[in-house]
Structures are given as C-alpha cells and as structure tokens.
C-alpha cells in the first residue's frame, strides 16, 4: 500500500491536486466509500483513449519507477451526483490501485475532481444490457467484503442514491 501511496503521492505533486482528491483513488473500494469520496457520480460513455497513453520514468525518494497516463474522451449521459460538463476529459495513471483501463462503452463511475479535472476511483462499473457488476448485499465496514453479481442498472442507482442521502443525514 505505501508503494501506491508513494506514486499516487507523486502524481499529485507533479500536477499540483489536493492531497484528499490523490488519496481517494487509492483507497475507496466499497459503495459506501465510493459514494462518500465520488465529487460526481455519473453514467459516461467512454468514447476512446484520447491520445497513447504517455509514459516516463520517475525518480523518487532514490526508487525508480514507470508510470503511464491515460487520457479519456467522455460523454456524461445522466449525472447522479454533482456537476461535471458534457464531455470532460477523464485521466487515469497506471498506479491507482488496481484498476483496469477503460474499454469503450458505458459506465457508472466515480469521479474525483481537482482543477476541472477528473480522476476514477473505480474502473469495474461497466454497463452491459442495462446491467451492471454490483454490490449484491449492502456492505458496511466490519463485514468480510462485498459480494458483487450483475445488477439492474436502476437499482445501483438506487443504491448510490440511498447512500448520498444517508450520507447527508
């Protein structure tokens, strides 16, 4: 964790993002999580990389590592939470965690926000015949891990709304 920590930490100093927005990337792993740390919450259309993804190599604290960016072009279809424009650019480097690169298509996701730019916390929420890879059992912390199994679209929705509003509470 503190290897991912350490290269989340220097994507953030190179391109001048809070603390809090870096941080979240490496640690939201439940809907409760996801919700709590999402600026915006969305359904996206991954239209494409944008460009190659760009690579270098960094020195820090004496380690030498690799990392990538990846830039994707977007369309908001429906927002859930917040605001965010029409068609946002959506960056992500190779050491978030353990997510994967988008693949085109359509998307609930969880979007952090820092300078008008936007970062996902999580990757694995694809659409596919209006369902999506879900939360089966509402997880709260203490339990052993979520169970996820494929999910009506409108009932995860339904969750994220049930969650910002308990949240709010």
Known sequence: ??????????VCVALSLS???CLAAAAAWHQDDLVQKASVIAIVEIEGVQFNPLEATVITNGQKWSTSLTIYQSAVL????????ERPFILQFSEEGDMNPFEKGRYLVFLRESGGIYFPLATEFKIEDNKINWYKQPFRHGDYGPFFGSVPLANAISDVQAFEKEQQK
Do not use: D, N, Q, W
């Open 1 to 10: 964790m503190t290897y991912i920590l350490t290269r989340v930490a220097f």
């Open 19 to 21: 603390h809090e927005s």
């Open 78 to 85: 429906k927002t859930v939470k917040g605001e965010i424009p």
